[in-house]
């Protein structure tokens, strides 16, 4: 157990739709990333934040958009869902705000736009 | 720009034997490179932390080796178990720690041991 939280585990949806994805790190850290895994893909970052602050940004869509809260956790808003946006959503998580720390990722989250 | 290459994408060997995973990878400046392991599903785990100045690194059967010279990596896997069927991931931090290449991600190679 990374000690990362991500819910739902298992989400299905349709197109059009939005969705919200939550992640509370370990207790502790102060940053949090964003990971898209599509099928049979690497993963791929999206964004960062550290400390409630966005950090570093990926290839993150203008339809995707996240906030860390003043306890830490974070949310990840999807929009306009289209159908090649069903993969795995990670959270990960860290004690420093750069990428030098280890990371701890949580079990993910599984989005199915139908 | 940063790059982390895998190899094999795939091998399949059979239950107790050993395997060797590579990766090789032109990121500037060099901070650490990590394996992961990522079970089908699953979120990755650290498997190993390597800096600059370390050569080799275990973790129970897990070994990693680092060539900062070369800028290539392995990791071999010994005496394997039906457990270690997943993907693993060679990820190379630089070090100037921050911005969206802070880290470069491998593809994976996917090993799946057979009985």
């Known amino acids: 157990d990374s000690g990362v939280t991500q819910t739902p585990k298992h989400l299905i949806t349709a197109t059009g739709q939005r969705v919200t994805l939550r992640c509370s790190p370990r207790?502790?850290?102060?940053?949090v990333y964003w990971y898209q895994q599509s099928l049979d893909q690497g993963l791929q970052f999206l964004i960062q934040?550290?400390?409630?602050?966005?950090?570093a940004k990926g290839n993150i869509l203008e339809r995707f958009s996240a906030q860390q809260f003043p306890d830490l956790h974070s949310e990840l808003n999807l929009s306009s869902l289209e159908l090649g946006d069903s993969a795995l959503y990670f959270c990960?998580?860290?004690?420093?705000?750069?990428?030098?720390?280890?990371?701890?990722f949580g079990e993910g989250s599984r989005l199915t736009v139908l | 720009k940063n790059q982390v290459e895998q190899s094999p994408q795939s091998l399949i060997i059979l239950e107790g034997k050993n395997c060797t995973l590579q990766?090789?990878?032109?990121?500037?400046?060099?901070?650490?490179l990590r394996w992961y392991k990522q079970d089908t599903g699953r979120g990755p785990v650290s498997l190993t932390i390597m800096t600059f100045s370390e050569n080799t690194k275990s973790n129970g059967r897990y070994t990693a080796t680092l060539d900062a010279d070369t800028k290539q990596s392995s990791l071999h896997i010994t005496a394997s178990q039906l457990s270690d069927s997943a993907s693993y991931i060679c990820v190379v931090s630089a070090s100037s720690g921050g911005g969206a290449d802070g880290l470069t991600f491998g593809k994976g190679t996917h090993l799946i041991i057979q009985p």
């Open positions: 207790s502790g850290d102060l940053s």
């Open positions: 934040y550290y400390n409630g602050e966005e950090r």
């Open positions: 990766c090789n990878y032109t990121v500037s400046p060099f901070s650490n």
């Open positions: 990960a998580s860290s004690a420093q705000g750069t990428f030098t720390g280890e990371l701890f």
